[in-house]
């Protein structure tokens, strides 16, 4: 909710930047919405004003001052024309929407529907007001900072603010209890911009079909942010054959593609591959953010890509830490895989001339899989890194503290381990065995620039090195393959810990340098340090993942407080 509202006046402040160069109503954003938009993003769901506030005070009151401060920032004041103008003179409305109050007083609504969607092409964003007033006001205040009014427009019987150059026009401002901004061509007539700013209902709507609706049922998500992007219907509308989105790819000074039969033929069966892409949340709380989003597959191609990921040793430890990351894959199956494409390609090369260049690529990608060493590099299928602890003292320039482990997904353990023992003379006459017991390592085993200890593990399908302060039990769970891999490729998290020493890492800038550009680099160093320490405060966990599943490929985000 919060980034939602920052981005209705953030994309205000762009439609600043432009100027540069009987009403039918409804009260749900949805059904403004047409049931064949390309892309949605909007809520069902209002997420409480309590959520809001709590994810808010992970900014902290600091960051006002920071969006105060940069109207003055030498960077800012370089900007010329009418971008500069109006993007200083709409900063400092920015640094009240770092609180509740502040945001109400803008006459925005906290607890707000809202959808940001294309009429076609064109994107149109609709908020609830909390005070239309209140919104006028703010930007009369804003005009008053720049010495300049802004155009207005009058449709039908609403008036709304306009900027516009010989390409574009943005129209924006409250119409019913809606902040509602777009964007539309230059020459645009009227019956379209009334349908662009809902002033005509589509006879088709999001509302009306249960769109958004039946795909969080499918996908299991809350309500509170959903959408997608409908990646066959953007080509097919980008590639020159649709007559309404051609004359907007024109007014813009765009080209119209003129694609043979072939070329629509094979870009269609291309896109209907993956054909579209969904994301929303699935728990919106006040200590926890779940989201994830999913690049829809064609079946089979979905089934034949869940093979290329491989299981990730301690793929489900949940320990804290301060960095991890994780990667995998099956070297082998990704071969077969490439190679399957590759061939599929020679025995039917395409025929668009604008899809030539893939035919040239896919016999070099055939040639190159042939590569030795590739059978190498497959012995190693998963690696996991975890950092519990990291200390770098003021002005070192390496850690002089460190808690952390490494772990290996092999086919071959004891291969590699053999490697290692060739390359370190002092792990030579070590004795480690698959049985999954923990091995002191000699001080001396690894060139460090800091003393530590260490300790090492093998399975018969994993390998691990860790510092002694790792306990047995978590680095035996790091080591440890599961039984099933979940089709994870990439996974990696942080803790607000790493931000506390960002912060404390960063080098003192003198506030009270000589010069109004020194003077502005230490207060932005400042303001930076004050921004990650109070994320260091609130922030606990941030776990991404990245990962191959029968529906394709999904991304997942879980996000916790303190």
């Known amino acids: 909710?919060?980034?939602?509202?920052?981005?209705?006046?953030?994309?205000?402040?762009?439609?600043?930047?432009?100027?540069?160069?009987?009403?039918?109503?409804?009260?749900?954003?949805?059904?403004?919405?047409?049931?064949?938009?390309?892309?949605?993003?909007?809520?069902?769901?209002?997420?409480?004003?309590?959520?809001?506030?709590?994810?808010?005070?992970?900014?902290?009151?600091?960051?006002?001052?920071?969006?105060?401060?940069?109207?003055?920032?030498?960077?800012?004041?370089?900007?010329?024309?009418?971008?500069?103008?109006?993007?200083?003179?709409?900063?400092?409305?920015?640094?009240?929407?770092?609180?509740?109050?502040?945001?109400?007083?803008?006459?925005?609504?906290?607890?707000?529907?809202l959808a940001f969607y294309g009429y076609g092409l064109m994107p149109v964003y609709r908020l609830e007001l909390a005070d239309a007033k209140r919104f006028t006001e703010t930007v009369a205040r804003i005009e008053k900072r720049a010495g300049k009014a802004l155009a207005k427009r009058k449709i039908d019987d609403v008036e709304l603010w306009q900027f516009s150059d010989d390409k574009a026009t943005v129209l924006f401002g409250p119409i019913g209890q809606f902040l509602v901004i777009t964007l539309a061509p230059a020459g645009a007539d009227e019956a379209r911009?009334?349908?662009?700013?809902?002033?005509?209902?589509?006879?088709?709507?999001?509302?009306?079909?249960?769109?958004?609706?039946?795909?969080?049922?499918?996908?299991?998500?809350d309500g509170h942010m959903s959408g997608y992007v409908d990646i066959r219907g953007l080509t097919q509308r980008l590639?020159?054959?649709?007559?309404?989105?051609?004359?907007?790819?024109?007014?813009?000074?765009?080209?119209?593609?003129?694609?043979?039969?072939?070329?629509?033929?094979?870009l269609d069966s291309m896109t209907q591959k993956f054909p579209r892409m969904v994301f929303g949340?699935?728990?919106?709380?006040?200590?926890?953010?779940?989201?994830?989003?999913?690049?829809?597959?064609?079946?089979?191609?979905?089934?034949?890509?869940?093979?290329?990921?491989?299981?990730?040793?301690?793929?489900?430890?949940?320990?804290?830490?301060?960095?991890?990351?994780?990667?995998?894959?099956?070297?082998?199956?990704?071969?077969?895989?490439?190679?399957?494409?590759?061939?599929?390609?020679?025995?039917?090369?395409?025929?668009?001339?604008?899809?030539?260049?893939?035919?040239?690529?896919?016999?070099?990608?055939?040639?190159?899989?042939?590569?030795?060493?590739?059978?190498?590099?497959?012995?190693?299928?998963?690696?996991?890194?975890?950092?519990r602890t990291l200390k770098i003292d003021p002005g070192a320039s390496m850690p002089t503290e460190l808690s952390a482990f490494a772990t290996l997904g092999s086919s071959s353990p004891v291969m590699l381990w053999g490697f290692a023992q060739q390359g370190v003379p002092a792990l030579a006459k070590v004795q480690i065995t698959t049985d999954g017991k923990i091995v002191a390592l000699p001080a001396d085993a690894l060139p460090m620039p800091m003393p530590l200890e260490l300790k090492a593990i093998m399975t018969d399908k994993s390998f691990g090195v860790a510092t002694s302060d790792i306990a047995d039990a978590s680095f035996t769970a790091a080591a440890t393959m599961p039984a099933n891999k979940d089709g994870t490729i990439l996974r990696y998290g942080v803790s607000g810990d790493l931000f506390k020493l960002i912060a404390a890492s960063m080098p003192e800038e003198d506030v009270d340098a000589d010069g109004d550009e020194a003077k502005a680099?230490?207060?932005?160093?400042?303001?930076?340090?004050?921004?990650?320490?109070?994320l260091s405060e609130h922030l606990d966990q941030v776990d991404v993942r990245l990962g191959l599943t029968d529906k394709g490929i999904v991304f997942s985000e879980e996000v916790t407080l303190k």
């Open 239 to 266: 590639s020159g054959r649709n007559q309404d989105d051609n004359a907007v790819i024109t007014a813009f000074g765009g080209e119209i593609p003129k694609l043979s039969d072939a070329c629509a033929s094979e």
């Open 281 to 387: 949340s699935t728990d919106f709380s006040a200590k926890r953010l779940k989201f994830n989003g999913v690049v829809e597959m064609e079946q089979a191609l979905a089934a034949s890509m869940q093979k290329l990921s491989a299981p990730i040793p301690g793929a489900d430890s949940t320990d804290p830490m301060m960095f991890r990351l994780a990667l995998s894959v099956d070297l082998p199956e990704t071969v077969r895989f490439l190679g399957g494409i590759a061939d599929s390609i020679a025995a039917e090369p395409f025929q668009c001339e604008e899809l030539a260049d893939l035919n040239a690529s896919a016999a070099e990608m055939k040639q190159n899989l042939a590569n030795p060493g590739l059978a190498m590099a497959g012995a190693m299928t998963a690696i996991h890194l975890g950092v």
């Open 193 to 221: 911009l009334k349908a662009q700013l809902g002033l005509t209902l589509p006879e088709s709507s999001l509302a009306k079909s249960g769109g958004l609706e039946a795909l969080d049922k499918q996908y299991g998500y």
């Open 521 to 534: 680099k230490a207060k932005e160093a400042e303001d930076a340090r004050k921004m990650l320490t109070n």
């Open 1 to 113: 909710m919060m980034l939602s509202t920052r981005r209705a006046l953030l994309v205000a402040s762009i439609a600043f930047g432009l100027a540069a160069c009987g009403k039918d109503e409804a009260t749900d954003p949805l059904a403004y919405v047409p049931a064949d938009t390309p892309y949605v993003v909007a809520n069902r769901i209002v997420v409480p004003k309590a959520v809001t506030e709590a994810w808010m005070g992970m900014y902290g009151s600091d960051f006002g001052e920071i969006y105060k401060n940069l109207a003055e920032d030498q960077q800012v004041k370089k900007i010329d024309g009418e971008m500069g103008v109006w993007l200083r003179a709409s900063l400092p409305e920015f640094a009240n929407m770092t609180s509740i109050d502040g945001i109400e007083g803008l006459g925005l609504k906290i607890e707000a529907r």
